[in-house]
């Protein structure tokens, strides 16, 4: 029984396995004989061929002599096809999906000495449209091939001769040509030349040869041209800002992949590239859009590049002749899209040589070198070419820099630069006008920026903004732990520095009306020495008059030495002066003020608001001024030359000079003055007031001894025309004030005071006036004479403080004086000199009246004579 279950089982199978054998061999039959009309009435294509076996057992097809056309030409829906294969090999080739879903799939494909024309079918909305993929190969292989791919519109889009090709695991899909890329394989071998390619209406890209060679590709004549000109790319792409242009000789790489989103390779070595861009000018918002897919490359190596970049009006903006690049790991994916610099790498370095750009400005380097801890640039020139913000007209023999650290995080730059040198660099830097800041230019800084030391040396250096040039000779200068932080007042920076030497041979800075210069400028966060300073006139008294609308003083002014210790913040966010003494010596200073000009009708504040009105904290816990010369020299329209006050061997010591911003710090100003008057007589005075006080109000008292009166002749005698002789023994004042005017007390003890009053012209004395004006004055004040108070001294708003401080000596001069001051007395003096002038004349025409009289009686005496006779 069971013996014939299995009997019967065998033969079942036996009469199944007959008739599939029976069945493939009929298929096999209709396939060789039948398929090329079945083709052609069910696909979109007719197919001829010489011979074509068919092994249905495993799928594999082998055929020879080929000719393949579409059967509608006109159709743009499919893909088209035209040409002729001499041999085609299939292996296990689908025949359920080419017949029943026409799909051509195979998982090797050989083709020899294909002649084809592709026709790239018409792209669909792929939104409302879904086609499967009509060709599907797992591994592909073709020798001496001739392929041309068009567009739907017959457009040439590919083209390549004599190519041999094989590649594994290909996949070629409509969707793929159209939108991403044409092939998508994991290994391949590839051989070919004349390669065309052409992906719009401006650009076409083609390559003489290329050949792989154990993994390795070589590309020789790699050009990128665009189809258009410069001005046509203008004129019909006006939201496209850039036109580009490639041309390679040669260039090899490595294991080379393409795999769905992503292109991979290795070794890369580009040699004597030619890259030009041109830029339009315009400035295109592009919405954000990810990549499509990522490229990786493990090494780029390129040698001995030249680079151009074109400016709308075809001049060169960029121009570097010797480029030579090395890039480890070169990335650029979804990650690094979205940093403002979107490529990632491991390590790279930049060589280059005769380097040139222009953006307003011309800028030349010999040569340069980047890596991402280095930097370094030799013999930089620049020279201005047209109006900017700035103009440099320099040379730099050395630029030099360490980065210890570069990148960026969440699109923000994270930069920590250990030290920069700057060696040599001689010329000029012209600012013609403040450019406006633009809002939000910091918001891609990761703050703070840190530079932690920089090295000026052996520099000679101009800085000149509104033609005001300031000139450092031999300049060197080291700066440690520079921070850029972020000044959100200002939306700008800030600088913070640790500290900073800085040492010139020169200092020169030229204003409008002045001339400053130093033999030598020594400075620290600490400690500042200035040797041989001047401020001195660049015109003329007589040219610096007719310049000004108003008065204003004119300065002469020369200094030993300066020096100041302390500590000092002058370029940080939060500015601040804070020095324990600040020493002046051996200055000689001249003021000379005419009032030729008109008055200047400008309040003048107190010496006390000026100080508050400094807006950074600042604070002298002494300042001195030793062995000094002050001259001060007035001159007006009725005086015969300017009249001298000279102050020499002046002292002055100033505590707690301040602007009453620094907390904890005294605000009340003592000011101590010891000097020689008119070079002959002791004066001290001693001043003092609050910066905090917004009254304003101060005090100021001095004793001013033995003053030959001949003393004041410089002063007097050409803004008075009157000179003095006698003694002052000795002046006491002790007066207080506000911005209102002056007052206190006075005492003045002379002795033998007479004055001699001067014709304008010849100065010679006039002894009638003279005589008289002595009428007028006291003398003598006796030995013991009593203090005067002065009060009521209102002060002119427009004047100085010394105007009202003088006003009130002058109010008790006058008190001490019999109430009358000297130019009161002139005046009385020249009204009665008038009076007598005009007696002479009156008995001068009486004269000539006599005599005219006393002629004309002789003559009638005469005549009666005559007569008799």
Same mark, same amino acid.
């Given at each position: 029984?069971?013996?014939?279950?299995?009997?019967?089982?065998?033969?079942?199978?036996?009469?199944?396995?007959?008739?599939?054998?029976?069945?493939?061999?009929?298929?096999?039959?209709?396939?060789?004989?039948?398929?090329?009309?079945?083709?052609?009435?069910?696909?979109?294509?007719?197919?001829?061929?010489?011979?074509?076996?068919?092994?249905?057992?495993? %799928?594999?097809?082998?055929?020879?002599?080929?000719?393949?056309?579409?059967?509608?030409?006109?159709?743009?829906?499919?893909?088209?096809?035209?040409?002729?294969?001499?041999?085609?090999?299939?292996?296990?080739?689908?025949?359920?999906?080419?017949?029943?879903?026409?799909?051509?799939?195979?998982?090797?494909?050989?083709?020899?000495?294909?002649?084809?024309?592709?026709?790239?079918?018409?792209?669909?909305?792929?939104?409302?449209?879904?086609?499967?993929?009509?060709?599907?190969?797992?591994?592909?292989?073709?020798?001496?091939?001739?392929?041309?791919?068009?567009?739907?519109?017959?457009?040439?889009?590919?083209?390549?001769?004599?190519?041999?090709?094989?590649?594994?695991?290909?996949?070629?899909?409509?969707?793929?040509?159209?939108?991403?890329?044409?092939?998508?394989?994991?290994?391949?071998?590839?051989?070919?030349?004349?390669?065309?390619?052409?992906?719009?209406?401006?650009?076409?890209?083609?390559?003489?040869?290329?050949?792989?060679?154990?993994?390795?590709?070589?590309?020789?004549?790699?050009?990128?041209?665009?189809?258009?000109?410069?001005?046509?790319?203008?004129?019909?792409?006006?939201?496209?800002?850039?036109?580009?242009?490639?041309?390679?000789?040669?260039?090899? !790489?490595?294991?080379?992949?393409?795999?769905?989103?992503?292109?991979?390779?290795?070794?890369?070595?580009?040699?004597?590239?030619?890259?030009?861009?041109?830029?339009?000018?315009?400035?295109?918002?592009?919405?954000?859009?990810?990549?499509?897919?990522?490229?990786? !490359?493990?090494?780029?190596?390129?040698?001995?590049?030249?680079?151009?970049?074109?400016?709308?009006?075809?001049?060169?903006?960029?121009?570097?002749?010797?480029?030579?690049?090395?890039?480890?790991?070169?990335?650029?994916?979804?990650?690094?899209?979205?940093?403002?610099?979107?490529?990632?790498?491991?390590?790279?370095?930049?060589?280059?040589?005769?380097?040139?750009?222009?953006?307003?400005?011309?800028?030349?380097?010999?040569?340069?070198?980047?890596?991402?801890?280095?930097?370094?640039?030799?013999?930089?020139?620049?020279?201005?070419?047209?109006?900017?913000?700035?103009?440099?007209?320099?040379?730099?023999?050395?630029?030099?820099?360490?980065?210890?650290?570069?990148?960026?995080?969440?699109?923000?730059?994270?930069?920590?630069?250990?030290?920069?040198? /700057?060696? %040599?660099?001689?010329?000029?830097?012209?600012?013609?006008?403040?450019?406006?800041?633009?809002?939000?230019?910091?918001?891609?800084?990761?703050?703070?920026?840190?530079?932690?030391?920089?090295?000026?040396?052996?520099?000679?250096?101009?800085?000149?903004?509104?033609?005001?040039?300031?000139?450092? @000779?031999?300049?060197?200068?080291?700066?440690?732990?520079?921070?850029?932080?972020?000044?959100?007042?200002?939306? %700008?920076?800030?600088?913070?520095?640790?500290?900073?030497?800085?040492?010139?041979?020169?200092?020169?800075?030229?204003? @409008?009306?002045?001339?400053?210069?130093?033999?030598?400028?020594?400075?620290?966060?600490?400690?500042?020495?200035?040797?041989?300073?001047?401020?001195?006139?660049? /015109?003329?008294?007589?040219?610096?008059?007719?310049?000004?609308?108003?008065?204003?003083?004119?300065?002469?002014?020369?200094?030993?030495?300066?020096?100041?210790?302390?500590?000092?913040?002058?370029?940080?966010?939060?500015?601040?002066?804070?020095?324990?003494?600040?020493?002046?010596?051996?200055?000689?200073?001249?003021?000379?003020?005419?009032?030729?000009?008109?008055?200047?009708?400008?309040?003048?504040?107190?010496?006390?608001?000026?100080? @508050?009105?400094?807006?950074?904290?600042?604070?002298?816990?002494?300042?001195?001024?030793?062995?000094?010369?002050?001259?001060?020299?007035?001159?007006?329209?009725?005086?015969?030359?300017?009249?001298?006050?000279?102050?020499?061997?002046?002292?002055?010591?100033?505590?707690?000079?301040?602007?009453?911003?620094?907390? #904890?710090?005294?605000?009340?100003?003592?000011?101590?003055?010891?000097?020689?008057?008119?070079?002959?007589?002791?004066?001290?005075?001693?001043?003092?007031?609050?910066?905090?006080?917004?009254?304003?109000?101060?005090?100021?008292?001095?004793?001013?001894?033995?003053?030959?009166?001949?003393?004041?002749?410089?002063?007097?005698?050409?803004?008075?025309?009157?000179?003095?002789?006698?003694?002052?023994?000795?002046?006491?004042?002790?007066?207080?004030?506000?911005?209102?005017?002056?007052?206190?007390?006075?005492?003045?003890?002379?002795?033998?005071?007479?004055?001699?009053?001067?014709?304008?012209?010849? @100065?010679?004395?006039?002894?009638?006036?003279?005589?008289?004006?002595?009428?007028?004055?006291?003398?003598?004040?006796?030995?013991?004479?009593?203090?005067?108070?002065?009060? #009521?001294?209102?002060?002119?708003?427009?004047?100085? !403080? !010394?105007?009202?401080?003088?006003?009130?000596?002058?109010? #008790?001069?006058?008190?001490?004086?019999?109430?009358?001051?000297?130019?009161?007395?002139?005046?009385?003096?020249?009204?009665?000199?008038?009076?007598?002038?005009?007696?002479?004349?009156?008995?001068?025409?009486?004269?000539?009246?006599?005599?005219?009289?006393?002629?004309?009686?002789?003559?009638?005496?005469?005549?009666?004579?005559?007569?008799?006779?």
């Amino acid at each position: 029984m069971k013996k014939n279950w299995v009997k019967k089982l065998l033969i079942g199978f036996g009469i199944l396995l007959g008739i599939i054998l029976l069945a493939n061999f009929g298929l096999n039959i209709w396939l060789k004989t039948q398929l090329p009309d079945y083709i052609k009435k069910n696909t979109d294509y007719k197919v001829s061929y010489k011979s074509l076996n068919v092994d249905l057992g495993t %799928g594999n097809i082998l055929a020879t002599g080929i000719t393949v056309n579409n059967k509608n030409p006109q159709n743009t829906n499919v893909i088209g096809l035209q040409g002729t294969i001499d041999t085609l090999k299939i292996s296990r080739f689908g025949i359920y999906d080419a017949i029943f879903n026409k799909v051509i799939s195979s998982s090797d494909l050989l083709l020899a000495k294909p002649n084809l024309n592709i026709i790239l079918a018409k792209p669909v909305d792929q939104k409302t449209s879904k086609k499967p993929n009509p060709v599907k190969f797992e591994n592909i292989r073709i020798n001496d091939g001739t392929i041309n791919i068009f567009r739907y519109n017959r457009q040439k889009y590919v083209g390549v001769e004599a190519f041999n090709l094989y590649v594994e695991n290909l996949q070629l899909t409509e969707e793929s040509v159209e939108e991403k890329l044409p092939v998508v394989f994991d290994q391949y071998s590839i051989k070919g030349k004349n390669f065309f390619f052409q992906p719009d209406d401006v650009y076409a890209l083609k390559i003489d040869k290329i050949t792989t060679t154990n993994g390795q590709m070589s590309v020789e004549n790699f050009q990128l041209q665009p189809l258009i000109s410069f001005e046509e790319f203008k004129q019909n792409y006006p939201e496209k800002s850039k036109m580009f242009q490639f041309s390679i000789p040669k260039m090899n !790489f490595t294991d080379i992949a393409l795999e769905k989103n992503k292109i991979s390779l290795a070794n890369a070595h580009i040699i004597n590239p030619f890259i030009k861009a041109y830029d339009t000018g315009i400035s295109v918002k592009k919405a954000v859009k990810k990549k499509s897919f990522d490229i990786d !490359f493990k090494d780029v190596k390129v040698d001995h590049a030249k680079v151009q970049m074109v400016k709308s009006n075809e001049k060169d903006l960029l121009f570097a002749q010797d480029l030579n690049i090395n890039i480890n790991q070169l990335q650029m994916n979804k990650e690094s899209s979205e940093e403002l610099i979107p490529v990632l790498y491991k390590d790279f370095k930049i060589y280059g040589k005769n380097i040139y750009y222009n953006d307003k400005q011309d800028l030349f380097a010999e040569s340069f070198s980047l890596t991402p801890k280095t930097g370094e640039i030799k013999n930089i020139i620049a020279k201005p070419v047209q109006s900017s913000n700035a103009l440099l007209d320099f040379k730099t023999n050395l630029l030099q820099f360490n980065i210890a650290k570069f990148g960026f995080d969440e699109k923000k730059l994270n930069l920590d630069i250990s030290n920069v040198l /700057v060696d %040599g660099i001689n010329g000029k830097i012209t600012s013609l006008k403040s450019a406006p800041k633009k809002k939000g230019s910091s918001q891609g800084i990761n703050y703070p920026i840190t530079v932690r030391k920089i090295n000026v040396k052996n520099s000679n250096i101009t800085y000149d903004a509104n033609n005001q040039p300031l000139s450092l @000779r031999n300049l060197n200068a080291q700066v440690e732990n520079l921070e850029l932080i972020e000044n959100s007042a200002k939306n %700008g920076m800030a600088a913070k520095i640790k500290s900073y030497k800085i040492v010139a041979d020169d200092f020169q800075y030229k204003t @409008r009306f002045y001339q400053m210069k130093m033999a030598n400028l020594n400075a620290t966060q600490n400690a500042v020495q200035i040797t041989q300073f001047s401020m001195l006139p660049l /015109v003329s008294r007589a040219q610096f008059i007719r310049m000004i609308p108003v008065e204003q003083d004119l300065y002469n002014i020369k200094v030993n030495q300066i020096t100041a210790q302390g500590n000092w913040d002058l370029f940080g966010e939060n500015k601040s002066v804070n020095a324990s003494n600040v020493i002046i010596q051996s200055a000689n200073a001249n003021i000379f003020r005419s009032k030729i000009p008109a008055d200047d009708p400008k309040i003048k504040p107190l010496y006390s608001k000026l100080l @508050r009105s400094i807006k950074i904290p600042m604070y002298i816990n002494q300042l001195q001024l030793k062995n000094s010369i002050l001259e001060y020299e007035e001159d007006t329209p009725k005086s015969n030359g300017p009249g001298k006050l000279t102050f020499s061997n002046f002292n002055m010591n100033v505590k707690n000079l301040n602007s009453a911003k620094m907390k #904890g710090k005294p605000t009340n100003v003592d000011i101590k003055i010891d000097c020689n008057f008119m070079k002959t007589t002791p004066l001290d005075v001693n001043w003092s007031f609050n910066t905090a006080d917004v009254n304003d109000n101060f005090a100021i008292s001095g004793k001013l001894s033995n003053i030959p009166a001949v003393a004041l002749n410089s002063f007097i005698v050409p803004y008075l025309s009157v000179s003095a002789t006698g003694s002052i023994q000795q002046m006491l004042f002790n007066f207080k004030g506000n911005p209102k005017g002056i007052g206190g007390t006075f005492n003045l003890k002379h002795k033998d005071l007479k004055i001699s009053v001067l014709d304008k012209k010849s @100065r010679e004395k006039k002894n009638l006036l003279s005589a008289v004006a002595n009428l007028f004055i006291k003398s003598d004040s006796g030995k013991f004479p009593e203090s005067v108070v002065v009060e #009521g001294v209102e002060r002119d708003p427009t004047k100085s !403080f !010394f105007n009202m401080f003088w006003k009130g000596i002058e109010s #008790g001069l006058k008190q001490t004086l019999v109430g009358i001051n000297v130019d009161k007395t002139k005046k009385k003096v020249e009204k009665a000199e008038k009076k007598i002038e005009s007696v002479k004349k009156s008995i001068k025409d009486a004269k000539k009246d006599i005599s005219t009289l006393t002629s004309s009686s002789s003559t009638q005496h005469k005549r009666k004579n005559k007569d008799k006779k």
